[in-house]
């Protein structure tokens, strides 16, 4: 107790101070007892580094926000390239095939033209997603080969509600011919599935597309030649592009009109529907003005085309062509006629 240390404590730099028991004695029983722990007194899980400041970092939630916003924006473009517009563009302006120019208020023309636009976005958004798992990948269908995005739904609910809100000033006449338009998109893709019922998809196609004539208020004196035509040409357009799926529907299990048919016979009802209609459309124009005659000759062109020698696939894009070409004549006789 009365010494002076002469080791450590009493080495240059340091001061000598006496050296009690107690401060010695943790190291002390270190050394006898190797297995013992640390005499710190600070726990060791106190060591530790705190991780939570990391999760909580600004970088990292703001990584995450643009993750999120990433990701429903690619959910979001997918659902917009599944609507397919360059696909149903032409016909969105069926509601004014026989309307003359400024016959209708602008805001009645623009409300008829959305639409359509909303329920052809409808009808082709729900048959991609339905066709999805049976397609084969490629531009044809944007949802081929992947899980639909989560945004398309709620794409899909906004074209309808906004095709039926603009349906407000078409009257009852227009709000009858969208509802009949929605249903046959509905029927011909949704749980129904009519398109894989011989005929049935060839009814639920005609529901999709020929309502759109009369969406606008009114009747006009060249809707029915254009009814008439737009029959023909939707059945043997479908017909055709039901031969070029055929493989698909297949492997969805789908019997489609042109599978039950086989190319033969959908090459016959081309040329008699084709030849029907034609010689109908001559006759309207025999007996009430000569309106329709171009018409008349626009689908016998489409009917030559459809029954052409060639690969159903090219035979349904030149044909749809054609089509256009014998919508817009027809558009004219109504005109002049």
Known sequence: MGSRTTGWAG???STSSEIHPWALAPWVAARRNPATTSPSPIPTARMAPDTTRAERSPRVGGAQYAAGVETFASDLRRSLAALRVRQWAPF??????AVAPGELPAGVAAAALGSAAGSLAFAYGLNARADAPSDAPGAKNPLAGGEPPRTLAPVLALAVLGAAALTAPLGPQGQAALG???LGGWLYSGPARLKARPGFGLLGNHAIFLPLLYLGPGATPGRPALTLALLVLLTQNQ??????DRAEDRRAGDRTTALWLG????????????LLGAALLGGLAAFGGWGPLPLALGLLAATV???LPRDPATLRRVHGRVALGAGALGYLGALVG
């Open 180 to 182: 009949v338009s929605l």
């Open 92 to 97: 969105a302006l069926l509601p004014l095939g």
């Open 263 to 274: 190319p033969d016979r959908v090459d016959a009802v081309v040329r008699g529907t084709g």
């Open 239 to 244: 017909l055709l592009h039901e031969l070029a």
């Open 11 to 13: 080495r240059k730099g």
């Open 305 to 307: 085309v459809g029954t």
